[in-house]
């Protein structure tokens, strides 16, 4: 079945202050909604949002710009839509999302935001699209589609059928895994005494929780602005990232606003005293799972297993300040070797994959043109 009705986009403002009613009531319906697409895919509220994450999205918009929108349909909530891009000068690629509620697909509603979407991300000056997508891997005998870069596949699902059709290649594969940190505690311990063996009296390990400290604010951030550059990116287009002590620091305050709790590892060179190594992990509201973000070894200190070291050092800390959160949840492009040891020695389990599609934009497809597309499984 196709058609829907006229679709109403109401787009999220930044609420004036914490009475800001009109504001914060349609904050709370947009997270409803995306709340319902994630408990549906993933049989839980694992990877739900709140409403304090999305009003401090809402008022810390200095390092990129995004739109909000929450779809209605004849005064149901059907969906949400976000457009995002960096605010660094000469920025390219725009984030786009749609998400649409189960009852409500099947008519055509998908396809209808996407293609308006675009126009936003167009507007917002992209001249790449991307989309990340959760997935099913595919089933046992099905090669299902394989990104560009060959590493991974995700199940040809309707998702994938939709990007495809719109002109979106699928350019990259993160596997989405799990780690019940404390059935995993011993080994933990081992690997980090083992990597620390390795690193030698050249490296040291510092893991705090919160803000950084002022003195490692620096070399934190630069370590953030690597990030965006030297994580495995396949063939998507990335846009380098401005960081310095001010953006860390905004970061963070966005985070403590949001109710997340960061716990941080980072392996200190003593000759420089330069941090040269980090890992975070994010806690969001209690009862949900941890979610390992960012690890990043700097190129020149690679091969003394430092992202062994404060990977395992930070999830100790997580187990010593937090016994209640056992479970952490991480991403990783399925090219990126290191990073999938390190974490497959730690004993994180594959749960899911997520699909990184990309359009290239071409003159005239501000209008909302999309170049055709095929699919093969």
Known sequence: MTGHRELEWIELQRPADDFDEPALALVARYADTANRVTQHFWGDEAFDTTVDELVAKL??????????????????DVARCVAAIGREEGARAAYLSAWVVPEARGRGIGRSLMERLERVGAELGATSLQVWVDHRPPAEGDAGLAPESGHGAIAADAPAHLLTSLGYRLEQVERISELDVERAQHELERHRADASARAGEA??????????????????AALHARMATDAPAAGLDVDEETWNAARLQRYEAEMAEAGQTPLQAAALHRATGEAVAFTILVLPEPGKPAFQEDTLV?????????????????????????????????????????????????????????GGWQRRLRAGDEEGTAAPGTMSA
Do not use: C
């Not at 390092?63 to 929450?70: A, E, K, P, T």
């Open 203 to 220: 490296y040291e390990v510092r893991s705090w929780e919160g803000a950084t400290p002022p003195e490692l604010r620096d070399a934190m």
């Open 298 to 354: 700097h190129a020149d200190h690679r091969g003394h297993r430092l992202g062994m070291l404060v990977k395992a050092e930070n999830l100790l800390q997580l187990g010593r300040r937090h016994p209640d959160r056992t479970r952490v949840i991480t991403w990783n492009a399925e090219e990126n070797r290191p990073m999938l040891a390190v974490n497959e020695a730690l004993g994180f389990a594959p749960i899911g994959v997520e």
């Open 59 to 76: 008022r810390h918009d200095e390092d990129s710009v995004s739109r909000r929108f929450l779809i209605v349909e004849d005064g149901v």
